[in-house]
């Protein structure tokens, strides 16, 4: 079994940052290709980021490209995604996603996902 824990959720203003992270443990030392989610009340589980199993492979939706950034360090097995420029409309908790699949594989879909943290509520203040 695979656990995901997030931490660094928060309050910010509109114009600030901040570093979500996710670590992974479970029975295996493997790395696996991991997403970033967010969801509102009333809405469907939105990708925001996703990076393959060795890190050479990253995507980003328009809605946040140029403002966040996933990384991972696989040392530690944590993966982070880094949100600059924060928007009111970034509101939302977010979770990340794991799925047992080699590089250069990432998945777009909350469905295409194994495994699920619990979520981190992240609140930008206008």
């Known amino acids: 079994q695979v656990q995901l824990v997030e931490s660094g959720g928060g309050l910010r203003q509109a114009g600030d940052s901040l570093r979500l992270s996710c670590a992974v443990s479970?029975?295996?030392?493997?790395?696996?290709?991991m997403g970033w989610f967010r969801q509102t009340p009333g809405l469907e589980r939105e990708l925001v980021a996703a990076i393959s199993r060795s890190g050479g492979n990253t995507y980003y939706p328009d809605s946040v490209k140029g403002r966040f950034t996933i990384s991972r360090d696989n040392a530690e097995r944590t993966v982070y995604l880094q949100m600059n420029s924060l928007k009111p409309e970034d509101t939302a908790v977010y979770y990340c996603?794991?799925?047992?699949?080699?590089?250069?594989?990432?998945?777009?879909?909350?469905?295409?996902?194994?495994?699920w943290g619990q979520g981190t509520q992240v609140t930008v203040s206008s």
């Open positions: 479970g029975r295996t030392s493997r790395a696996y290709a």
């Open positions: 996603a794991a799925k047992d699949a080699p590089s250069p594989w990432l998945g777009t879909g909350p469905d295409l996902y194994e495994y």
